[in-house]
């Protein structure tokens, strides 16, 4: 069945640092592909997404790029900040079926 | 002014009860889901009505049960708690069913089964 692997956390940086969270999924077709983010305490927002293959979302200063070729989606920020803090998920639509599958998360801490 | 709200924000009760989680949204959406958020921050959806009616039932233990007196409500039953039924319970909402649209997820639910 689809599913989406995210890259295992915690990833700790420094403020200013160049992120990136890799994810791979594997789906039959062509699935759109979401980047959420859960502050702590809150439920989880829509950071951005992409609906076809060589699109690229972005949304605050993060970018993901939908790689057709590798099954890929990674996230990247050029300079993080400490409001950055947070969990990411990556998460495909399932074959049109209209539910989101997520991968398992992965936790990002910004200290100053 | 929230968009998603549900309640309560945490419940903590023992092995056997039945409890429910209320979920309301006030987006005029027509589409509602809840999913389940393990220890790990796995997450998995459970249930999605569209407009009352039940479009998604995943592979969930009938001990739980959704319904949804109204478009902006779907709340959600659980019989017979287990201890592995502790997790975090997100409802969310969406315009229609599909992905076109964004998920407007609530706050959360932290149940614990003791």
């Known amino acids: 069945g689809d599913s989406v692997t995210q890259m295992e956390g915690p990833v700790t940086l420094s403020e200013e640092a160049f992120l990136t969270i890799n994810c791979t999924y594997t789906?039959?077709?062509?699935?759109?592909l979401f980047w959420y983010v859960q502050y702590p305490g809150e439920g989880l927002q829509l950071l951005l997404k992409?609906?076809?293959?060589?699109d690229k979302g972005s949304n605050k200063g993060f970018e993901a790029t939908y790689r057709k070729e590798t099954t890929s989606f990674h996230l990247e920020k050029g300079s993080v900040q400490v409001s950055d803090s947070a969990v990411y998920f990556c998460?495909?639509?399932?074959?049109?079926?209209?539910?989101?599958?997520f991968g398992q998360g992965t936790t990002l801490q910004v200290k100053p | 002014d929230t968009a998603v709200s549900q309640t309560p924000k945490y419940l903590v009760t023992q092995m056997g009860n039945d409890k429910s989680i209320k979920c309301e949204q006030n987006?005029?959406?027509?589409?509602m889901y809840w999913y389940k958020q393990d220890s790990k921050k796995f997450l998995k959806i459970m249930f999605s009505?569209?407009?009352?009616?039940?479009?998604i039932n995943e592979t969930v233990p009938n001990r739980f049960s959704p319904k949804s007196p109204d478009k902006a409500h779907l709340n959600l039953h659980i019989n017979s708690l287990e201890l592995g039924d502790s997790a975090v319970y997100f409802c969310?909402?969406?315009?229609?069913?599909?992905?076109?649209?964004?998920?407007?997820f609530g706050p959360g639910t932290r149940l614990t089964v003791t």
């Open positions: 789906a039959t077709g062509y699935p759109s």
């Open positions: 969310a909402s969406s315009p229609a069913g599909g992905l076109l649209y964004e998920q407007y």
């Open positions: 987006l005029g959406h027509d589409t």
């Open positions: 992409a609906t076809k293959a060589d």
């Open positions: 998460a495909l639509e399932a074959s049109n079926t209209g539910k989101l599958i």
């Open positions: 009505y569209n407009n009352k009616e039940l479009i």
